[in-house]
């Protein structure tokens, strides 16, 4: 029996928040740029220790499923709409020690799944792990 692996922590947290695009972000100032990774830092760590609905602390790795919902279904390319939630919620992950660090062997962050038709909403599934070799990437 110790020999089988544990079944991996399922999380699910979401967030009214749309973080901004690649191209969004990257016309901005140094001082908004400084000004709103604060802000979605703060968002994304209340969230996350949220009473009720707390993210377990001390993963060895996780993987991580975003679904970016927009009310209009204009084309969206994916990888644009990931780069900057990736980057502030991995950060946010690490700074709460939620994961040791955000290396590609401890977090992967799986390509978002883009939908439309509803309220803007950013829905995050964090599969964690225990152990580096729990799992597979998914």
């Not at 209340?46 to 377990?56: F, M, S, V, W, Y």
């Not at 990931?82 to 709460?96: N, S, T, Y």
Request: charge should be neutral.
């Amino acid at each position: 029996m110790a020999d089988q692996a544990k079944e991996p922590v399922i999380y699910v947290c979401s967030f009214p928040e749309m973080a901004p695009s690649l191209n969004e972000w990257s016309r901005w100032h140094w001082a908004k740029k400084k000004e709103q990774r604060e802000i979605y830092q703060r968002v994304y760590e209340a969230e996350l220790t949220r009473k009720g609905n707390k993210c377990p602390r001390g993963l060895a790795r996780v993987e991580i499923h975003a679904v970016l919902m927009y009310p209009e279904g204009r084309r969206r390319d994916s990888d644009n709409m990931e780069a900057v939630l990736k980057k502030w919620f991995q950060d946010a992950l690490v700074h709460l020690r939620i994961i040791p660090d955000d290396t590609a062997e401890r977090c992967h962050f799986h390509t978002p799944r883009i939908m439309t038709g509803g309220k803007p909403m950013t829905v995050i599934t964090i599969e964690g792990f225990t152990t580096l070799e729990e799992g597979g990437s998914t």
